[in-house]
């Protein structure tokens, strides 16, 4: 099945618009105010950068492990058609042979497909004797451990992706506060230039907060 990315806020245009007020304020060091806002900037920069970084490989671990997962549910899927085409050759469409171990076609999600193979496994091991080759049947074990595995380490994965995304909107807030606050300081010391600036790094994390 085809997963969908996504990530949280825009990662570079909030990484941009903190170093921009950073820079904003260095310009006006001095004062224990400013030094204090210019630290605790300092702090959430070094933060958004570490958890987009961690966002990045969790989610490139999760693209990775679902491609694997997607390799053995084709791997499992072109297995079960080779079976059940051969008990249609070599029993008929309307066979109990046919009913009893692959009725169905093999499809929906990887969970679904794993379930079926599970199901054709079962039902080849108590035919007696085995309708197809043993090697067959060696190759059905072999995919559907496989898959199994597979489909555990994409959610391992994914949940472990979530949670980053979590980490990382929460550092997200705090630098949404921050600006705010930072603002509300820098304001009445500011010239035109820098004042329509300001404004424009607020409207951006609005924009990229709102997409």
């Given at each position: 099945?085809?997963?969908?990315?996504?990530?949280?806020?825009?990662?570079?245009?909030?990484?941009?618009?903190?170093?921009?007020?950073?820079?904003?304020?260095?310009?006006?060091?001095g004062?224990?105010?400013?030094?204090?806002a210019?630290?605790?900037h300092?702090?959430?920069?070094?933060?958004?950068?570490?958890?987009?970084?961690?966002?990045?490989?969790?989610?490139?671990?999760?693209?990775?492990?679902?491609?694997?997962?997607?390799?053995?549910?084709?791997?499992?899927?072109?297995?079960?058609n080779?079976?059940?085409?051969?008990?249609?050759?070599?029993?008929?469409?309307?066979?109990?042979?046919?009913?009893?171990?692959?009725?169905?076609?093999?499809?929906?999600?990887?969970?679904?497909?794993?379930?079926?193979?599970?199901?054709?496994?079962?039902?080849?091991?108590?035919?007696?004797p085995?309708?197809?080759?043993?090697?067959?049947?060696?190759?059905?074990?072999?995919?559907?451990?496989?898959?199994?595995?597979?489909?555990?380490?994409?959610?391992?994965?994914?949940?472990?992706?979530?949670?980053?995304?979590?980490?990382?909107?929460?550092?997200?807030?705090?630098?949404?506060?921050?600006?705010?606050?930072?603002?509300?300081?820098?304001?009445?010391?500011?010239?035109?230039?820098?004042?329509?600036?300001?404004?424009?790094?607020?409207?951006?994390?609005?924009?990229?907060?709102?997409d």
């Amino acid at each position: 099945m085809t997963q969908t990315f996504s990530v949280p806020i825009q990662d570079a245009g909030i990484l941009a618009n903190s170093q921009r007020i950073i820079a904003m304020l260095e310009r006006r060091r001095g004062g224990p105010e400013i030094s204090r806002a210019l630290q605790q900037h300092y702090e959430i920069h070094t933060s958004l950068e570490e958890y987009q970084q961690t966002c990045e490989a969790a989610m490139q671990m999760w693209h990775r492990a679902t491609t694997v997962r997607w390799q053995w549910e084709v791997a499992g899927q072109r297995l079960y058609n080779q079976i059940q085409q051969l008990l249609i050759t070599q029993y008929g469409d309307d066979s109990a042979q046919v009913q009893a171990i692959a009725p169905h076609p093999c499809v929906g999600s990887s969970v679904d497909v794993l379930h079926t193979l599970q199901r054709t496994r079962a039902a080849l091991r108590l035919s007696s004797p085995c309708p197809v080759d043993q090697s067959m049947v060696i190759a059905l074990d072999d995919v559907c451990v496989r898959l199994d595995q597979a489909i555990r380490v994409a959610q391992e994965y994914r949940q472990e992706w979530r949670e980053a995304v979590l980490s990382q909107r929460v550092v997200e807030e705090a630098y949404q506060h921050a600006l705010h606050d930072t603002s509300t300081l820098l304001e009445p010391l500011l010239a035109q230039p820098e004042h329509a600036e300001l404004v424009q790094l607020q409207q951006m994390l609005v924009a990229a907060r709102d997409d």
